[in-house]
T-cell receptor
Framework: AQRVTQPEKLLSVFKGAPVELKCNYSYSGSPELFWYVQYSRQRLQLLLRHISRESIKGFTADLNKGETSFHLKKPFAQEEDSAMYYCALSGLGATNKLIFGTGTLLAVQP | EPEVTQTPSHQVTQMGQEVILRCVPISNHLYFYWYRQILGQKVEFLVSFYNNEISEKSEIFDDQFSVERPDGSNFTLKIRSTKLEDSAMYFC??????????????FGPGTRLTVL
């Protein structure tokens, strides 16, 4: 079955500490992986996608097909990074629907 | 920057009543989606819509649900006879992508549906 797993519901770190939000997936083909972010009282928005291999707001994520993982990393967390982060998978059927993980709430303490 | 809009932001209804949730996708987008998120759970795909017809739907999207693009701008989700378990946040999304490619999905702010 196609599935995205985010094992941590909450990750609390201090400002300046490294951050790693874990994401594992299960998919039989070649998926596209995304990280979406939802800041307080704002809409879901795309943070980054594996296919573009770029760094957004200091975040990076590398697709590891061997470990079926797409962990999100940032070397130095900022308070403004506090948000809900969702890992998502696409490539399913012709409609590119997204399959989401349950999300991880990142809380960056001052 | 253009955005997906949704109305209303919050809808309260009695069980058994019909509700219509409205979305205005980004104007040059071709694919439209509805997702829902029950409180404390993951965002789940409901349905995708392309070229004025449903292209894919999940098992959640049963006969009580329907979608429509009544004019060139609105995209609606109708629930004919709401149940308590339909209480959730409903998100609309749109993308430029034509079939076979993957493009960024842009999400609306959501409509919180509360069924009493």
């Amino acid at each position: 079955a196609q599935r995205v797993t985010q094992p941590e519901k909450l990750l609390s770190v201090f400002k300046g500490a490294p951050v790693e939000l874990k994401c594992n997936y299960s998919y039989s083909g070649s998926p596209e992986l995304f990280w979406y972010v939802q800041y307080s009282r704002q809409r879901l928005q795309l943070l980054l996608r594996h296919i573009s291999r770029e760094s957004i707001k200091g975040f990076t994520a590398d697709l590891n097909k061997g470990e079926t993982s797409f962990h999100l990393k940032k070397p130095f967390a900022q308070e403004e990074d506090s948000a809900m982060y969702y890992c998502a998978l696409s490539g399913l059927g012709a409609t590119n629907k997204l399959i989401f993980g349950t999300g991880t709430l990142l809380a960056v303490q001052p | 920057e253009p955005e997906v809009t949704q109305t209303p932001s919050h809808q309260v209804t009695q069980m058994g009543q019909e509700v219509i949730l409205r979305c205005v996708p980004i104007s040059n987008h071709l694919y439209f989606y509805w997702y829902r998120q029950i409180l404390g759970q993951k965002v789940e795909f409901l349905v995708s819509f392309y070229n004025n017809e449903i292209s894919e739907k999940s098992e959640i999207f049963d006969d009580q649900f329907s979608v429509e693009r009544p004019d060139g701008s609105n995209f609606t989700l109708k629930i004919r006879s709401t149940k308590l378990e339909d209480s959730a946040m409903y998100f609309c999304a749109s993308t430029r992508a034509a079939s076979g490619s993957t493009d960024t999905q842009y999400f609306g702010p959501g409509t919180r549906l509360t069924v009493l």
